[in-house]
């Protein structure tokens, strides 16, 4: 696992909690765009140092983008009842944001990538469409 | 990106000889084109994420054109940091990727099959050929 920093990570969080990932890019959805695609959940460790990002709500998960094209949604209890290890932990430092933790990374060593590509099916397998087509920023008061 | 094609074939047409070569040319051309056209909207890409170079989609294009008319008509191209990915699925059971790296010399396949909603197999191996990922979608077009 490619989960290099431990700082401001904090408690699980609960089971029955729904959590929110932005679609950075068209190929998170299929062309029909009715299936959350592998490579939503795919990990690099040079650009996810502390977990994988995901958020509490569809416009937080869409607020530091500048540009979406959709936002999917998983429940915190699927992903820790799968068994891979995985967790989904606060973020300290941003009470909105979530992190998935100890996703393999793809890009690291074979084995690694191997794992990284099964773990992001399964993922992907679970996780739903919150919205197909790009989601407004919220506005900050 | 689309200028590659014309040099593609203009550099390989003085070994045209016969009517075979010149369908192979076209068909390379037309991959090419299906590869180019797969990897070129910026909706594909994060901001500042690599776009596969030329040789890498020359490698895909290579990968395509040895397989069957429905594998090649059936894939979908993916592109993802520098890298393209040819991906097949029967259903939500079974499915292979052929991964062709930066540079597109070599390339790797993952396959995968479900149960029950689960994976319950799945190798990623590096350095194959063309003959193993047909096999991969011969075992990927067969009943579980």
Redesign the interface.
């Known amino acids: 696992m490619c989960d290099e920093e431990n700082n401001l990570v904090g408690d699980l969080i609960a089971d029955e909690t729904v959590i929110y990932r932005a679609c950075?890019?068209?190929?998170f959805l299929?062309?029909s765009k009715d299936t959350v695609?592998d490579?939503a959940f795919?990990k690099?460790g040079q650009n996810h140092k502390d977990g994988l990002s995901l958020a509490l709500s569809s416009g937080d998960s869409v607020r530091h983008l500048?540009?979406n094209?959709g936002v999917i949604r998983i429940r915190v209890g699927d992903i820790h009842a799968l068994g891979l290890g995985l967790e989904v932990r606060a973020d300290l430092a941003d009470p909105s944001h979530v992190l998935l933790r100890n996703l393999p990374c793809?890009?690291r060593t074979?084995d690694e990538?191997?794992r990284a590509?099964?773990v992001s099916?399964?993922l992907a397998?679970l996780a739903e469409i919150e919205s197909a087509s790009p989601v407004p920023k919220p506005v900050d008061n | 990106m689309r200028n590659l094609v014309p040099t593609y074939v203009i550099q390989n047409t003085y070994a045209t000889n016969s009517l075979r070569d010149m369908l192979g040319f076209a068909v390379t051309a037309t991959t090419i084109n299906k590869v180019i056209d797969a990897v070129s909207?910026s909706?594909?890409?994060?901001?500042h994420?690599e776009r596969p170079g030329a040789a890498t989609i020359l490698g895909a294009a290579r990968i395509l054109v040895s397989l069957k008319p429905e594998d090649w008509s059936s894939v979908?191209i993916?592109?993802?940091?520098g890298e393209i990915s040819l991906n097949w699925r029967n259903g939500?059971d079974k499915?292979v990727?052929a991964i062709v790296p930066k540079g597109g010399l070599h390339f790797?396949t993952?396959h995968?099959a479900?149960q029950n909603?689960?994976?319950v197999d799945?190798?990623?191996r590096?350095g194959v050929n063309q003959d193993y990922l047909a096999e991969r979608l011969d075992w990927m077009h067969a009943p579980l």
């Open positions: 950075s890019k068209s190929t299929n062309k695609q490579v795919y690099q500048g540009t094209y793809m890009d074979d990538k191997q590509l099964m099916s399964e397998s | 909207e909706s594909l890409y994060e901001a994420e979908d993916e592109p993802y940091m939500r499915r990727k790797a993952y995968e479900r909603g689960r994976v799945h190798s990623l590096q």
